[in-house]
Structures are given as structure tokens and as C-alpha cells.
């Protein structure tokens, strides 16, 4: 028998297993406006070495006109027609990580594109983290009333119980960025190898910024 020493077996890293068991299936980012799907967005494709989208870039691309240029234009409804042929163009083309839009992910036939190509995240942000990050940007066109936080509430009234409908939820908060990035990818290896995940705030207190 030799004595050679017998190499320890290796331990696939997070993003492998992830890698692995995503197969040819996208993330879907959902949320409302705020939540950081952009930035948890990038920072997860680059763990995964995944391509990025996002859906508004990709929208004002395709129209040459921004999202409130779009709204004001052409309204809501029209807005949202087109953002659902550009979410299933996307889910179609390749594996990929991708942020939608607020209202996107409101749309039954958007749901179930997502549902049958990728697996879904809801970021969970509350009214305070969406009014601290969003309360100076003009590039809200559903933000432009006399009362923006009762707009908030009132949208995440509305949309909650659907973003409620993605496989995970990995709750917003002002912690740094790769805290989130490693609680979804953490999530994401649960439910992908095993029962469905939800990640919570933790109890430690932590305020901490990126």
C-alpha cells in the first residue's frame, strides 16, 4: 500500500453549486423601485459569472427615450406592454441575471415567463429604505405627485402580495451590498438543492451602509 497522502476531496464553492443546479435558467431580480435589484443585480452576475440586464436600460435603449419620457409619452399601459416583450426577448436569449422594473414582475404573463425560464428573487425593502433612496430622483414617473411616500405605501399595498409569489425573498436593508449579494446566493443554493429559502434581517442590530 503506498504512502502517499490521499488528497482531501474538494468542496465545490457557493457559486458552483449555484452554477450547477441553475442549469440553463436565469435570476429574475423583483421589488419595488429602491430595493437595489441594479447593484444586488451586477454584483450577483459577477459572482456567477453571469451576464447583467436591465429591463429599463434595455427598454430606453430599444425607444431611445428614457422611462418618464416613455410615460409621459405614451403612458403606463403602453410602457408596460412593451416592457413585457422585452423581459420574455431576454428570458429567451440566454442565461442571465436580470433587474425588472417595479410593476413588471404585476403582469400574469411576465410571472409566468420568469416562472417557466428562472428563478425569482423579491428584494423586500420597507417604505423608510425606499424614501431614502429614491426621495431626490426625478426618474420616477409614478413618484412625480404631491405625496410620494403615500404613493409608496400605497403601491407596496398593491404589489407585495404578488412579489410575494417569487421563489425567494431576501429582505432590502441599509447593511453593504455584499451582505445581500451573499444572502441571495446563499438562498439561492438552498432552494435550488433543497426546500424553498427566505432570508430575514438578522437580529444583530448592524446599520451599516455600503
Known amino acids: 500500500m503506498s504512502d502517499a497522502a490521499v488528497p482531501a476531496p474538494t468542496t465545490p464553492t457557493l457559486e458552483a453549486d449555484i452554477a450547477a443546479a441553475l442549469g440553463p435558467r ?9 430595493a437595489g435589484k441594479s447593484t444586488i443585480g451586477r454584483r450577483i452576475a459577477a459572482r456567477l459569472r453571469l451576464p447583467f440586464t436591465d429591463a429599463d436600460t434595455e427598454i430606453e435603449t ?29 428570458l429567451e436569449e440566454r442565461p442571465v441575471v436580470l433587474a425588472t422594473g417595479g410593476g413588471a414582475f404585476m403582469r400574469e404573463e411576465t410571472r409566468d415567463r420568469i416562472r417557466e425560464r428562472a428563478v425569482s428573487i423579491w428584494l ?25 411616500e403615500a404613493t409608496v405605501n400605497r403601491l407596496l399595498g398593491e404589489r407585495e402580495p404578488v412579489y410575494a409569489n417569487a421563489d425567494l425573498t431576501v429582505a432590502s436593508r441599509d447593511v453593504p451590498h ?15 438543492c433543497g426546500p424553498r429559502s427566505a432570508v430575514e434581517p438578522p437580529s444583530d442590530g448592524m446599520n451599516a451602509t455600503s
Open 26 to 34: 436565469s435570476i429574475v431580480l423583483v421589488g419595488m423601485m429602491g
Open 62 to 90: 430599444a425607444h431611445r427615450m428614457t422611462i418618464p419620457e416613455i410615460f409621459q409619452e405614451y403612458g403606463e399601459p403602453y410602457f408596460r406592454d412593451g416592457e413585457a416583450r422585452v423581459i420574455a426577448r431576454i
Open 124 to 148: 423586500k425593502a420597507d417604505t423608510d429604505i425606499i424614501m431614502r433612496r429614491v426621495r431626490r430622483r426625478a426618474d420616477r414617473p409614478l413618484l412625480q405627485t404631491a405625496d410620494p
Open 178 to 192: 455584499d451582505r445581500i449579494v451573499d444572502e441571495c446566493l446563499e438562498a439561492l443554493r438552498s432552494y435550488l
